[in-house]
Structure formats: structure tokens, C-alpha cells
């Protein structure tokens, strides 16, 4: 997995050792389709390099390249192991990325599960409990439940077919991670009421998209 780091030195170096710095203009990455595409181009320029270091003005657009490396390193096709940005503070810095490391884990774990055999990966979800999530199987009503905090008023999420159960399983996943104070529910299977009804997508980009859209306004404890 993609190592991401904060340096505070300013030298083309990490840990001592020289590595290309790239400096990256804000407007030149004016979307997150630019972001990974700049990402995929990289990985493949710099296909020997095992450190890249970068400048980048802009905080927020810092965290994003971030998750575009992140995501499109996902294969592992790479000789890459860290992606390293310059910054002021890196203690600042790397609590203000808490979100996209939760974010970066909910999406691997998805992809994931979406490579493996339909059995394994339901039987992959029911070990999720070391994550604080508590996970039942009704054998009569056909379903998987999977409950975020105990809770009077919990919102409740729904998936009837397998993509769209794995994107549920992403969004609870970085609501676990994340310590996120709202009580959820999640069902997988039938279902004949939720406040979201997910959807199945059968394109992984579209899955991706809707596990970053909907997540990344959310904070980390």
C-alpha cells in the first residue's frame, strides 16, 4: 500500500536521499478527474522511482493528489512506495488528512471485495467487528445487518444487489474508522424501508466516485 508523507524539509530529498520534486501549479489539477489522470500519468513516467516529493501551494488540493495516487497505485504495477508532500507543519498536515486515510482504506477494502468470489466477500463483511461494527446474519429475512453505534434515531442505508452492497460496506467502513458520532444501520438484502436506498453501479469508477462524494465533506476524530 502507497505510503503518504509530510515533510517539513525543503530540499528535492526524503530521509536523506535525493528523489524528483515535482512543483504542481493549483490550476493546473482543476478537477478530480484531473487529478487522477495526472496521478496515472505520473506512476507510469516515473515507473523506477520508488519516492516522489511535491510542492503544491494549496492545502486542500494536497489531500486529494493524495487520494488520487492512492486510488490509481491500487494494483500495485509500481515500483512507487511513498508519495511525499512538502508542507509548513506536518503534524497539522497529517491531521488534517485523517478523513482521506479512512477514505483511502474504505475504498481498497471495496475494491477488494469486488475481486473476490461473491461467497468470500460476504463472508469477508461478517468479520468486521474488530472495526467496532456489529455484524448479523438473518438467515430467515435473507439479510446482512450491519449497525454503527447504538442509537435512538439511527439513518438506515439499504443494498439489494452485490455493488451496491460493497459500497455500503465502504461507507460504514470509513464511518467506523473515522469514530463518526451518528448511529447507523445498514441492511443487505430485501428491504422494504431505508432513508438510502444505494445504488448498483456496475462501473468501479462510478463506485468510487460515490464513496468520495459521500464521505469526503466528513470529519475524523
Not at 508532500?85 to 483511502?104: C, G, I, N, R, W
Not at 459500497?167 to 467502513?173: D, E, S, V
Not at 438484502?189 to 448498483?200: E, F, R, T
Amino acid at each position: 500500500m502507497l505510503e503518504i508523507v509530510f515533510d517539513e524539509n525543503k530540499t528535492a530529498a526524503f530521509l536523506e536521499q535525493p528523489c524528483p520534486l515535482l512543483k504542481v501549479e493549483d490550476a493546473f489539477l482543476s478537477s478530480w478527474h484531473d487529478m487522477r489522470a495526472y496521478a496515472r500519468n505520473l506512476l507510469k513516467e516515473y515507473t523506477q522511482e520508488r519516492v516522489l516529493k511535491f510542492q503544491i501551494k494549496q492545502g486542500n488540493l494536497l489531500y486529494f493528489l493524495a487520494l488520487a495516487f492512492s486510488i490509481e497505485s491500487y494494483a500495485e504495477e509500481t515500483n512507487l512506495e511513498t508519495v511525499v508532500f512538502m508542507v509548513d507543519d506536518s503534524q497539522k498536515a497529517f491531521e488534517q488528512y485523517h478523513p482521506f486515510v479512512a477514505l483511502t482504506n474504505a475504498l481498497r477494502y471495496m475494491r477488494d471485495l469486488l475481486r473476490m468470489d461473491e461467497k468470500e466477500a460476504y463472508a469477508d463483511i461478517k468479520r468486521l467487528g474488530y472495526l467496532g461494527l456489529k455484524v448479523n446474519e438473518d438467515y430467515i429475512k435473507k439479510q446482512i445487518v450491519i449497525q454503527w453505534r447504538e442509537g435512538k434515531s439511527p439513518k438506515y442505508f439499504s443494498a439489494t444487489q452485490k455493488n451496491a452492497a460493497f459500497l455500503l460496506i465502504a461507507l460504514f467502513k470509513f464511518w467506523a474508522i473515522c469514530k463518526d458520532e451518528q448511529p447507523r444501520i445498514g441492511i443487505i438484502g430485501d428491504n422494504v424501508w431505508a432513508d438510502v436506498v444505494l445504488p448498483d453501479f456496475s462501473n468501479e469508477d462510478d463506485m468510487i466516485e460515490y464513496v468520495i462524494n459521500n464521505t469526503v465533506r466528513e470529519k475524523c476524530k
